[in-house]
């Protein structure tokens, strides 16, 4: 990809948001994003650097310049996983009590700037503002505290005997995490990973998604503020083909925690099997949301609605409506209802809905699905076109109606406001067709009947499965994805697993004494 690949303008009216200087180049270190302060440069070793090169960010709203950002490769790479290696003996000796003195110090930070936080991220990827403001920056603190809580208070395990001898299991510190992230959640996104791999004693190297590289730029900032040690967090900007590749082969580090696409996970995966480096993969999904005969069809039709959710881009998202033959007409009523009074519009307008798709690219792959589906003869009932009305990137909720088992609608991962529906007649039926993709991320069960939502649970191969509800996360579960949907489980004590070397230390009878 060239830098000229990463502009996303999609003839988008002129509004310069960010009001960044356009093409300033390498000497341009900060600018202005909504009228904040954000440095365009990698974070290494608690210093910003500059690359000689640099890509341009653009604002999904209305195509506006944002800035020019440091385009990092293998040289950035290196130096950050030094930098992050360097810090690795003494932060990782520092313990859990003061470790998350500090973490909990950065989490304080980010709630002091949530506004500032939210305000970015709308402008960087589209998200919704009232939603970045009391949902996803909030969360963004909590995956910060709940993590450094969670190392001191929650993580260990009864020491057990084995004929007199004492198993003593400890998670210790593995080195320097590699962590990658998507654009569709960035800064909660990374934080999910920051939080649990700084309190298990690891140091960081992140590579957020180079259509999103903003909130990280200005959290980096945030930790030097609260205290972090030099070296333990570190960003490097740029994009997947380079500072990802670079990032994932480098020997130097001990962990790759990444979320994104099937095919950039396999590209990971044969990068790390080099070096044997763990992986913990979050990926993609097709997830059914599955309405049963017994379903109350205002709540199926709101929890369906609930799908459109960021613009589609959600991985979670139940793009796949299943619904009982005999409710199925009186459902699509309930639900084309619902749908059709949502109001699209600016992300920072409190009265949108939904907002634009984050970037052309991915907006015009969007539209390909659609125009291909309907080249198919699949037929659309709602939306299935650019909403003209406001131009640039803004794709309107789409419903496509009894789509053709197998074709590619139903079975690949859109990642936009097309949702599909299908009908089935029995139990079976709704298995076959919610387990019939190569994806296991999530599954959403609409039912009057707890006993039969249980029968319908049991059988589905889902990470996370959501009865008369959607989106409700603990951070001590479990998340991830099976089949095609991810590698591992993270939250609780599973993000511990991954981000630690747990050992097992056995002891004599008669304890670390030796002699009789
Ligand atoms: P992507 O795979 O294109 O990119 C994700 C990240 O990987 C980016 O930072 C990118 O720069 C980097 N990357 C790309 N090529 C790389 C390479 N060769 N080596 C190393 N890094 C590389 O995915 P995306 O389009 O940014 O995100 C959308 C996808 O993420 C969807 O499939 C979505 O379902 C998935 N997702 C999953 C979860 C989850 O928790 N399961 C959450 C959010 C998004």
């Known amino acids: 990809m060239t830098a000229t690949d990463a502009a996303g303008t999609a003839g988008a009216a002129a509004g310069n948001v960010g009001a960044g200087t356009e093409g300033a180049g390498a000497g341009t270190a900060t600018i202005?994003?909504?009228?904040?302060?954000?440095?365009?440069?990698?974070?290494?070793?608690?210093?910003?650097?500059?690359?000689?090169?640099?890509?341009?960010?653009?604002?999904?709203?209305?195509?506006?310049?944002?800035?020019?950002?440091?385009?990092?490769?293998?040289h950035e790479v290196d130096q950050a996983v030094v930098a992050a290696r360097e810090a690795f003996a003494a932060w990782a000796a520092l313990g859990p009590h003061k470790r998350g003195v500090i973490l909990h110090r950065i989490a304080d930070l980010v709630e002091q700037n949530l506004e500032t936080l939210a305000n970015i991220e709308t402008l960087d990827n589209g998200g919704l503002l009232r939603s970045n403001l009391r949902g996803v920056m909030p969360r963004v603190a909590h995956n910060i505290r709940f993590f450094a809580d969670y190392a001191i208070n929650d993580l260990g395990h009864p020491d057990f005997e084995t004929r007199g001898h004492?198993?003593?299991?400890?998670?210790?510190?593995?080195?320097?995490?590699?962590?990658?992230?998507?654009?569709?959640?960035?800064?909660?996104?990374?934080?999910?990973?920051?939080?649990?791999?700084?309190?298990?004693?690891?140091?960081?190297?992140?590579?957020?998604?180079?259509?999103?590289?903003?909130?990280?730029?200005?959290?980096?900032?945030?930790?030097?503020?609260?205290?972090?040690?030099?070296?333990?967090?570190?960003?490097?900007?740029?994009?997947?083909?380079?500072?990802?590749?670079?990032?994932?082969?480098?020997?130097?580090?001990?962990?790759?925690?990444?979320?994104?696409s099937v095919p950039t996970a396999k590209t990971i995966a044969k990068a790390a099997a080099d070096n044997l480096t763990p992986t913990s993969f979050e990926l993609g999904g097709k997830s059914p949301c599955i309405v049963l005969a017994d379903a109350d069809l205002e709540l199926a039709a709101s929890l369906a609605v609930e799908q459109y959710d960021n613009a589609g881009q959600v991985c979670l998202s139940g793009t796949r409506i299943l619904v009982h033959e005999d409710i199925a007409e009186a459902f699509a009523e309930a639900f084309t209802k619902k749908a059709q009074s949502l109001k699209q519009g600016d992300p920072r307008d409190p009265e949108s809905d939904i907002g634009p798709q984050v970037h052309v690219t991915h907006f015009e792959r969007i539209k390909g699905f659609v125009d291909r589906a309907r080249q198919e003869g699949q037929s659309v009932l709602m939306g299935g076109e650019p909403n003209d009305e406001l131009g640039g990137l803004y794709f309107k909720p789409t419903l496509i109606n009894d789509p053709t088992p197998g074709s590619e609608i139903v079975t690949q991962e859109v990642f936009g406001p097309v949702l599909t529906m299908q009908t089935f007649a029995t139990d079976d039926e709704a298995i076959d067709l919610a387990n019939g993709t190569e994806f296991g991320l999530a599954a959403v069960v609409v039912s009057g009947d707890r006993d039969h939502a249980k029968t319908i649970t049991d059988r589905l191969v889902a990470g996370t499965i959501w009865v008369n509800c959607f989106f409700v996360r603990d951070l001590r579960a479990p998340f991830g994805g099976s089949k095609k949907s991810g590698v591992g489980r993270e939250g609780g004590t599973w993000s511990f697993d991954f981000y630690a070397d747990v050992k097992n230390t056995v002891v004599a009878p008669n304890g670390w004494k030796t002699g009789s």
């Open 32 to 74: 202005m994003a909504g009228g904040i302060p954000v440095d365009t440069r990698h974070f290494i070793g608690g210093e910003r650097v500059a690359s000689p090169e640099t890509y341009r960010n653009t604002s999904p709203i209305d195509g506006g310049f944002l800035g020019d950002i440091s385009r990092g490769g293998e």
């Open 166 to 260: 004492t198993n003593h299991v400890t998670w210790d510190p593995s080195g320097v995490a590699a962590l990658i992230t998507p654009w569709n959640a960035p800064l909660m996104l990374a934080t999910w990973k920051i939080g649990p791999a700084l309190a298990a004693g690891d140091t960081v190297v992140l590579k957020p998604a180079e259509w999103t590289p903003l909130t990280a730029s200005f959290f980096a900032d945030l930790t030097k503020q609260a205290g972090l040690p030099a070296g333990v967090f570190n960003v490097v900007q740029g994009y997947g083909k380079e500072a990802g590749a670079a990032l994932v082969a480098h020997p130097g580090i001990s962990r790759i925690s990444f979320t994104g």
